[in-house]
């Protein structure tokens, strides 16, 4: 595998983390009512950080890619971040 490949491969991998990421961000400044402590691309940034964990953590534990197990700790994962950015515990 050439690094353009190698580099196709990782976009693809870390492409839902960062989808999942920011439609969570994004959709949090809609169904919250109060305003958001952190700014948006802090809060992205946070969420796509555990969502690839999330995602090398069941690459690890399944040997392969696309477990819908992984994939539903990713939105798991994303929305337990998300709501301790926002903090939803006040």
Known sequence: M???????????????????????TFGARFVGAAPQPLRWWVQAAINFTAGLAVLLGGLWWFGVDGKMATYAGLVLAVAATQWVCGRGWK
């Open 2 to 24: 050439g690094p353009v490949d190698f580099t196709f491969h990782l976009f693809g991998f870390a492409a839902p983390a960062l989808f999942v990421a920011l439609a969570v």
